[in-house]
């Protein structure tokens, strides 16, 4: 694993996207997250009754599909590490668009492009990565999303 320098990040790896490896959305990680949220809706936890709509059987919640993203940067192989932080955290979205379900069974990877990285004060960093959640054999992705979190050094 490489690691660089926060400033090094920001001067060479802006514009550049990482892929991550494969990961199944299975029927019982949909159960946990729908155990976690409270929602319940047949259409994720129900195969049955999922069966008869559309999707053909049951599908990830969005918010599923989007709080997969610190899992999908964990799987990127050659992600360099960044020396000296001390802790990074969510600031939010600029934009989130869920494209189409991701149903039960299917893999998932994250597609990751840097967009921007500035320091705000020192040893405050925010990044804005785009952010896809691609489906194996699907040429449409599952969701996009323009996100903005912090990077304390």
Do not use: C
């Not at 550049?16 to 929602?39: C, L, P, R």
């Not at 921007?116 to 691609?134: C, H, M, S």
Request: glycine residues 8%; neutral net charge.
């Amino acid at each position: 694993m490489t690691t660089i320098t926060i400033q090094e990040m920001a001067a060479t790896r802006v514009g550049t996207e990482q892929v991550s490896d494969w990961v199944e959305v299975s029927q019982e990680m949909i159960n946990k997250f729908a155990d976690a949220t409270g929602d319940h809706q047949f259409i994720h936890v129900n195969p049955q009754m999922a069966a008869m709509t559309p999707f053909g059987g049951t599908i990830a919640h969005g918010f599923l599909t989007l709080s997969l993203m610190p899992l999908l940067s964990s799987k990127i192989a050659d992600a360099p590490k960044i020396d000296g932080v001390k802790m990074g955290v969510n600031y939010g979205g600029n934009k989130v668009r869920f494209l189409q379900p991701v149903r039960s069974g299917k893999r998932v990877r994250g597609r990751f492009k840097l967009m921007e990285l500035v320091e705000k004060r020192p040893g405050q960093w925010q990044q804005t990565n785009e952010f896809t959640v691609e489906i194996e054999g699907e040429d449409k992705p599952a969701m996009i999303a323009e996100w903005i979190s912090q990077i304390f050094v």
